[in-house]
């Protein structure tokens, strides 16, 4: 079971420790709301590229300026559930639109992102490649979202 590190600089001390030991880091982020296969392969492929699963997650006001909504569950029981899944090794919440300033600070090996974006229009793009960091883009294709889940409950 996955970790939640609410501290960065503790988890960044983690992180060195692991670099040490020549781990690679592979970071993904998201908001993982409602959890659905399409979220499991991602974290499946991105875990493959490395030793080290750090995953970033979107805590609730950054989810609201994402979505335009509520989030269906409060970031601490997403981190809680993103932290319970087999791939997962760190969960840490960020408050940002985008992950670009965890990133600057954390400096994972790859930042792994979906398929509904390419390696040109990841927004933390510029950030990665500053410090020599790559870009990988994995999971299935965007055939699964919490919005169409939450339509074919709601009937619509």
Not at 7 to 30: A, Y
Not at 129 to 141: E, K, N, P, T
Request: proline content about 3%; aromatic content about 8%.
């Amino acid at each position: 079971m996955g970790r939640i590190v609410e501290d960065v600089l503790e988890l960044n001390e983690i992180l060195e420790e692991e670099r040490k030991r020549g781990r690679c880091i592979v970071f993904g982020n998201g908001c993982f709301d409602i959890i659905h296969v399409g979220h499991i392969r991602y974290l499946k492929d991105a875990k493959a590229l490395g030793d080290i699963l750090v995953i970033g997650l979107n805590d609730d006001r950054s989810f609201r300026a994402l979505k335009g909504r509520e989030p269906t569950f409060p970031a601490k029981e997403r981190a809680e559930i993103v932290a319970s899944i087999l791939y997962v090794d760190y969960v840490t919440l960020f408050s940002e639109r985008t992950a670009e300033r965890l990133i600057l600070f954390l400096k994972p090996h790859v930042h792994a992102k979906g398929t509904d974006y390419m390696e040109e229009t990841v927004p933390e793009r510029e950030a990665v490649l500053s410090y020599g960091g790559r870009i990988a883009i994995v999971g299935d294709r965007k055939d699964h979202s919490v919005t169409e889940i939450i339509r074919r409950i709601r009937g619509v």
